[in-house]
């Protein structure tokens, strides 16, 4: 089965600092990754998706990610971290050759101090 | 608006009192999926159904069930609810799946059982 592994439970940085959250899954097949993110209060919301390509993908708000498939890795970045930034990050994977939808990892709560 | 729509948001109810969370969504979106969202776990899928009267455990069916009669909605039912079920519960919705659409999230649904 797969799984997915987020190692920061919680980061703290302050505006203007760089981030990465980490996101490591457990599966040898093609996979499709995706981040989550969830501000206080609100409902998860797609971040950025990988389906096939380019392995640096951009999405909304700044944020990219690296799919590094030999370190079943998909890490989640961004150069320059805002207040707003504030939220939850949730991985999710799903494998192309697997019933199952969608897992998500653990969530890694981001505080960013102003 | 494009929505799931959940309610209750907030419910309190006592060990053994049946109660149903509804959720619907006015997307036309197949794909529908229950998660439980827990300190440290991440979102853990309770059940998803891929189109009417098409219903699938997820990782975490037990004490739950679903009912997919109409494509619009997809409710949450616990029968005999106890205090492991305390929980936050999203609905979510996608056009056809998890695996290349995006998930659409409600606003959740905070359940306490005393």
């Known amino acids: 089965a797969q799984s997915v592994s987020q190692h920061n439970h919680h980061v703290i940085l302050s505006e203007a600092a760089s981030l990465e959250l980490g996101c490591n899954y457990s599966y040898g097949g093609t996979v499709n990754l995706f981040w989550y993110v969830q501000y206080p209060g609100q409902h998860l919301q797609l971040l950025l998706k990988y389906f096939s390509g380019d392995p640096l993908v951009k999405g909304i708000k700044g944020f990219e990610a690296e799919f590094i498939k030999s370190k079943f890795s998909f890490n989640l970045r961004k150069p320059s971290v805002q207040w707003s930034d504030t939220a939850e990050y949730f991985c999710?994977?799903?494998?192309?050759?697997?019933?199952?939808?969608?897992?998500f990892g653990s969530g890694t709560q981001l505080t960013v101090l102003p | 608006e494009a929505q799931v729509t959940q309610n209750p948001r907030y419910l309190i109810t006592v060990t053994g009192k049946k109660l149903t969370v509804t959720c619907s969504q006015n997307m036309n979106h197949e794909y529908m999926s229950w998660y439980r969202q827990d300190p440290g776990l991440g979102l853990r899928q309770i059940y998803y159904s891929m189109n009417v009267e098409v219903t699938d455990k997820g990782d975490v069916p037990e004490g739950y069930k679903v009912s997919r009669k109409e494509k619009r909605n997809f409710p949450l039912i616990l029968e005999s609810p106890s205090p492991n079920q305390t929980s936050l519960y999203f609905c979510a919705s996608s056009l056809n799946g998890a695996r290349f659409s995006p998930l659409h999230f409600g606003n959740g649904t905070r359940l306490t059982v005393t």
């Open positions: 999710a994977v799903n494998a192309l050759d697997s019933a199952r939808q969608l897992t």
